[in-house]
């Protein structure tokens, strides 16, 4: 029986370190993307430049990890999938996402109970986005 490592905190936006970690945890993910050729179909999805996609994400998992909620006060209700149906999502580029961050998380520390609850939960999102090679 494997126990579950039970969080001193409140939320996991807590629990990360707040947002001086979840913006390094962004521009480690992004920075990754640019650097290893394990994750070019993801890099290529993203188009020329990645500010844009940086802010986006870092304001999303802002609130969406239970702290401020930067992307809903500004742009709305996430609607993630209408929001990536312009891209093409497969299995490739869930598989590399889903790699990339969890990659970004062993790397800027993320603790360990936390990095798989959010691994898991990344997979989930990332599986349910996909709009391509669906049977």
């Known amino acids: 029986m494997q126990i579950e490592e039970k969080s001193p905190f409140d939320t996991p936006f807590e629990w990360i370190g707040g947002e001086p970690r979840v913006r390094a945890l962004v521009d480690r993910f992004y920075d990754l993307m640019d650097l290893e050729p394990s994750y070019t ?6 188009g020329p430049e990645l500010a844009n996609a940086r802010e986006r994400l870092f304001m999303f998992l802002c609130g969406w990890l239970g702290g401020p909620d930067y992307y809903v006060e500004k742009h709305g209700h996430p609607r993630l999938r209408m929001r990536h149906m312009p891209f093409s999502i497969g299995i490739k580029e ?3 996402w889903v790699a990339c961050m969890d990659q970004a998380m062993g790397e800027t520390g993320v603790p360990e109970g936390l990095r798989t ?11 349910w986005m996909r709009n391509k090679g669906m049977a």
């Open 41 to 46: 179909e993801l890099r290529a999805a993203h």
């Open 94 to 96: 869930r598989d590399q």
């Open 117 to 127: 609850r959010l691994k898991n939960s990344f997979f989930q999102t990332a599986d």
